[in-house]
Each structure stands twice: as C-alpha cells, then as structure tokens.
C-alpha cells in the first residue's frame, strides 16, 4: 500500500497569514496514463470531506483561489496564500494512483 | 440538489451484522463510481471500498475483505455496504462518496454523504 505522510500535524496561524502543509507518499503517484492521482481534503469539525484540489494543483468548482496545490512524484505541497475564519479544520491528501486509495494523517490548521 | 444520503448506522455487538444504505439523487447515479469512507472517533479518513456504474466491478481495503461487501441498485439510485464479522475496531462513521465516471479520468471524491455512525460494542 501507498503510504501517505503529512507534515505538520497542526499548524497554528493568524487569520490573514499563509500556511502551508506537505504530504509525501512512499512510491511515486504517477499512474501510467500520466495523470498524478493526488487529491486536498478539508474536513470542518462536525462535517464531512470537501474536495479542494484534484489531479495534483487543479482546484475544485467553488474553491477560492488562494488555495493551490503543487508537486510531483512523490512530494506534494497545499498553500494558502492567506488564511480565513473558514479555512480552520483538518486538511487530508489523499492518492488514487494505486488500490487501496489512502489518505495522509491529517493536518489540523487551529487559529493562533 | 446533488446529494448522498447513508443510513442504516447504529449499535452492533462484536460478531454482528450491519447493512448501510447510501441513497443517491441529483445526478446519474449509474454512470458513477461510489466509495465508501470511514472515520474512528477522533483518527483520520480511512478508504473501504468502491463500485463500478454496473455493479460488476468492486475493490476493498483488506481490513474489511472477506467480511464487508458493496453493492447497488441504480434502479433505486442506492449503494449497499453489508457488513458481517464486525469487529471494535470496525466502529466509525462511514461516509458515501461519489468516486468519478469511467473514461474521465476524474478521481476524486467530489461529493459526500453526511455520514452514518456505526458502533460496536458488547
């Protein structure tokens, strides 16, 4: 199985700052087709998933922009260039290169 | 409204049997992949499963091959997890998720149920 390692745990920032989260996985993530099945969650207490980021640095329908992905291979990167009220939560990559699909630990992003 | 909806949660004792529902509306339901997630108090997403628009394709995660099966109905726009052998360590809330259409290329999990509570415990 594909092991996916996200770093920081937490992360405290001000609202109005930038933060900025790492996910590494143990075998690279691009699929034959050329595609990089990698993939941004966030999970607001209380509520399920949302879908942030696709295939890598493609953001969803209705994501601000201020969110935005990077990475290949094996790290991967999610930046947000200024953090709002509604960013707080906890923050998962996930990879659908290989079966089973897995998900990173998760990241809590707290206000400071 | 494009929605998943799961229902069918509850207690269970070890050794049980549960059968979730994932009721689907808003969109084409059988030309869709659908996943099954689940998340222990307090720890992180963890995948389960998934179908194919037919129902003649399906995939788990080992922890739960042999004991969980997925299946649908696209007439009643529906996913079913039948869930035998249960174990402590099965208790978790499980969501539905929309998984992509064959050809795409599109992966992700764009749309997600609410989730339904499962615990097991004597």
């Known amino acids: 199985d594909i092991v996916m390692t996200q770093t920081p745990l937490s992360l405290s920032v001000t609202p109005g700052q930038p933060a900025s989260i790492s996910c590494k996985s143990s075998q690279s993530l691009l699929h034959g087709d050329g595609k990089t099945y990698l993939y941004w969650y966030l999970q607001r207490p209380g509520q399920p998933p949302q879908l942030l980021i696709y295939d890598v640095s493609n953001r969803f329908s209705g994501v601000p922009d201020r969110f935005s992905g990077s990475g290949s291979g094996t790290d991967f990167t999610l930046k947000i260039s200024r953090v709002e009220a509604e960013d707080f939560g906890v923050y998962y990559c996930m990879q659908s290169t290989q079966l089973p699909k897995t998900f990173g630990q998760g990241t809590k992003v707290e206000i400071k | 409204e494009v929605q998943l909806v799961e229902s069918g949660g509850g207690l269970v004792q070890p050794g049980g049997s549960l059968r979730l529902s994932c009721a689907a509306s808003g969109f084409s339901f059988s030309d869709y992949w659908i996943t099954w997630v689940r998340q222990a108090p307090g720890k992180g ?78």
């Open chain 2, 45 to 122: 997403l963890e995948w389960v499963g998934n179908m194919n628009p037919d129902g003649s394709d399906k995939y788990y995660v080992d922890s739960v091959r042999g004991r969980f099966t997925i299946s649908r109905d696209n007439a009643e726009n529906s996913l079913y997890l039948q869930m035998n052998s249960l174990r402590d360590e099965d208790t978790a809330v499980y969501y539905c998720a929309r998984d992509g259409r064959p050809g795409s290329g599109f992966r992700a999990f764009d749309i997600w149920g609410q989730g339904t509570m499962v615990t097991v415990s004597s």
